[in-house]
């Protein structure tokens, strides 16, 4: 078992930035994939970015490129998520999600409880 929290969320305006970080306890965290999800009213959870145990990423959604990096740090248990350039349609709940077997959009053994980040025009 491991339980993620998540933190940095918030209201932003457009062209602003935010960092996401999640903080996981219990099993060892760094035999885990890590990844960010987000999930808009109305809309499905959508897969945003994931990084490997020992730091591979995949972050290739359009809408992710050039913008947001996910990047982990083994020694805190934690994982980021540094959202640059926000826009009005970047407003959603962002999950963190760990997964001992799976990597990417498929992953989810384990979620944390979510983190607003609001984008304003």
Do not use: H
């Amino acid at each position: 078992q491991v339980q993620l929290v998540e933190s940095g969320g918030g209201l932003v305006q457009a062209g602003g930035s935010l960092r996401l970080s999640c903080a996981a306890s219990g099993r060892t965290f760094s035999v885990y994939a890590m990844g960010w999800f987000r999930q808009a009213p109305g809309k499905e959870r959508e897969f945003v970015a994931a990084v490997t145990r020992i730091g591979v990423m995949k972050n290739d959604a359009d809408f992710v490129k050039g913008r947001f990096t996910i990047s982990r740090d083994n020694a805190k248990n934690t994982v980021y998520l540094q959202m640059n350039s926000l826009k009005p349609e970047d407003t959603a709940v962002y999950y963190c999600a760990a997964d001992g077997q799976r990597f990417g959009p498929q992953m989810g053994a384990y979620w944390g409880q979510g983190t607003q980040v609001t984008v304003s025009s």
